[in-house]
């Protein structure tokens, strides 16, 4: 892998029976940018996204992530890289200092680390007044602030981002980038799958999905042009569209994104 590169992905296929969820994928990602993996529901972001962070065991194909192998160093890719999911980021019965310190131990810091890395995010976020309150009784924008958050608790090289800004308000969705954008400015790198298509324009470069293959990768800028697009939904909307796009292979009874 080359040094720039940070994820180098070639023909990394997943299939469930005989249906082909994401279809010999490749793809490159740079240190410290901000990488959009767009597509609708259903497309295979979330599932390419699973073998990427080692969760999910690759059918075939290649790929490298923070130097290490999807096949064989899993536990390693783990440990160099930040998660959050929209569906599940943060345990709803622990305070937000709980959660903190939680998955801190979870990612190796030890107990002056976590204490340290604790006061510093409950300052930069101006937490002080909900810090000993449970994350379940937060609104959902500050839930999703604090995961990002705590993703990044022990420097990753790479952070996962599924669907981060998923039902949340215009407001707190750029709130949210504007945190992206900070933290990919200190040379942290930024993977995030969404299907909010304005939100491609904010990214360095984006990949487009459809039934489960890349169709399109590059800057926003170049690829309105290259589809005559004066928005990346418009983009999105004639990749979907084209004719020479075939169906999902199998029966496409499979739910998984």
């Not at 249906?19 to 901000?34: L, M, Q």
């Not at 959902?140 to 981002?161: D, E, M, R, T």
Request: with cysteine; glycine share 8%; net charge positive.
């Amino acid at each position: 892998m080359e040094s720039q590169n940070v994820i180098q992905v070639q023909s990394l296929t997943k299939k469930f029976g005989d249906f082909t969820a994401v279809d010999a994928i490749s793809f490159e990602v740079k240190k410290g940018e901000i990488f959009g993996f767009l597509g609708a529901n259903g497309a295979g972001k979330t599932t390419a996204m699973k073998m990427l962070i080692g969760i999910s065991m690759p059918t075939s194909g290649e790929a490298i992530v923070a130097g290490f192998d999807v096949y064989k160093n899993r536990d390693n890719i783990k440990r160099n890289i930040g998660y959050m999911s929209q569906k599940f980021a943060l345990y709803d019965d622990l305070t937000v200092k709980e959660n903190i310190t939680f998955f801190g131990g979870i990612y190796g810091l030890k107990k002056n680390q976590i204490k340290e890395k604790t006061t510093q995010l409950i300052n930069d976020l101006a937490l002080q007044e909900v810090a000993n309150k449970l994350v379940g009784s937060l609104p959902l924008g500050w839930k999703q602030k604090i995961a990002f958050s705590v993703a990044l608790l022990h420097n990753p090289k790479i952070v996962f981002l599924d669907e981060p800004t998923g039902g949340v308000d215009p407001i707190t969705r750029r709130q949210f980038w504007e945190m992206i954008y900070q933290t990919a400015n200190t040379g942290t790198t930024i993977f995030v799958t969404t299907h909010y298509m304005d939100e491609a324009e904010y990214c360095n470069r984006v990949s487009i999905m459809v039934n489960g293959k890349i169709e399109a990768l590059d800057t926003p800028k170049k690829l309105k042009e290259k589809y005559n697009a004066t928005n990346m939904n418009d983009v999105f909307l004639k990749l979907a569209r084209s004719p020479s796009l075939t169906l999902p292979k199998g029966n496409g009874t499979h739910t998984e994104n």
